[in-house]
């Protein structure tokens, strides 16, 4: 049986003081039954890192270099992260796709090179408001996820966390529907089911504008198995309430 798992998103938010009193508070509070990752941005790996030492919250970071050293100024390796603990790699964000030009195949790289690792990357996948609205979201999901396919073993493909994130429902309080979210799952579960032996096992967490109020309706669809959280995962009730939402939905299941 998939546990369920919330990942926190920090983007390019917070400070040593922030991060220090966000922690405090999640980690004096956190529900059981439930995975919970918290991925900080990279220079604030190790001090994250030092606060969830023995926590049970694993460490998680926001992206990747897909090649393993060298004249990459900027960039930071699978290696790095994985000296400092880290143990999620969100790649293929949709702000990754749209503000640094990401296609499809160096998000597939990014994840293959995070799971040569032996590190467990968090590919985020998603059709935008015009591909919805033009009809073509099945297709823009095969597109992204055939790429994956393409570039990763059957082995290593198995051992991914998915991440449904519609692009009009990041960051703008619209959060997908559970009969849209629901229907998308469903359809991804058909596409692994083509590609794997143990399809059942792989998590596929919805992201976009979850909030308290929303968390425990999508948690409880048969085919969602947590969240990814950007703007609340900043606020420590929040969180805390999205998670014991999964917690709640968990046992329901
Ligand atoms: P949001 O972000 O929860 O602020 O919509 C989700 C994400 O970008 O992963």
Redesign the pocket.
């Known amino acids: 049986m998939r546990r369920k798992l919330v990942v926190g998103?920090w983007?390019m938010n917070g400070d040593r003081a922030r991060n220090s009193t966000l922690l405090d508070q999640l980690l004096s509070a956190m529900p059981a039954g439930v995975d919970c990752a918290v991925c900080a941005p990279f220079p604030y790996l190790p001090q994250v890192g030092e606060l969830l030492a023995g926590s049970g919250v694993a460490l998680g970071a926001q992206d990747v270099s897909e090649f393993p050293d060298g004249a990459h100024t900027g960039d930071v390796s699978v290696a790095m992260l994985a000296d400092w603990g880290v143990h999620f790699v969100i790649v293929g964000?949709?702000?990754r796709r749209a503000f640094h030009g990401e296609s499809d195949g160096v998000i597939a790289r990014k994840a293959a090179a995070v799971l040569a690792k032996e590190l467990v990357p968090i590919v985020?996948f998603g059709e935008t408001l015009v591909e919805r609205e033009s009809g073509v979201t099945e297709q823009v999901l095969v597109r992204q996820l055939d790429a994956l396919a393409a570039n990763l073993s059957p082995d290593a493909l198995q051992r991914i966390v998915l991440?449904y994130?519609p692009v009009w429902?990041?960051?703008?309080g619209r959060a997908a529907t559970v009969e849209q979210v629901q229907a998308v799952l469903v359809f991804v579960r058909r596409w692994l089911a083509r590609h794997l032996s143990a399809p059942e096992r792989i998590r596929i967490l919805y992201?976009?504008?979850?909030k308290p109020e929303t968390a425990g309706g999508l948690f409880g669809l048969p085919d969602a198995d947590g969240g990814?959280?950007?703007?609340?995962?900043l606020v420590a009730e929040s969180f805390l309430e999205i998670c014991r939402a999964a917690a709640r939905a968990a046992q329901g299941n």
Request: aromatic share 0%; net charge negative; hydrophobic share 30%.
């Open positions: 998103n983007k964000h949709s702000e985020c991440a994130e429902a990041i960051g703008t992201g976009g504008s979850v990814l959280i950007g703007g609340a995962s």
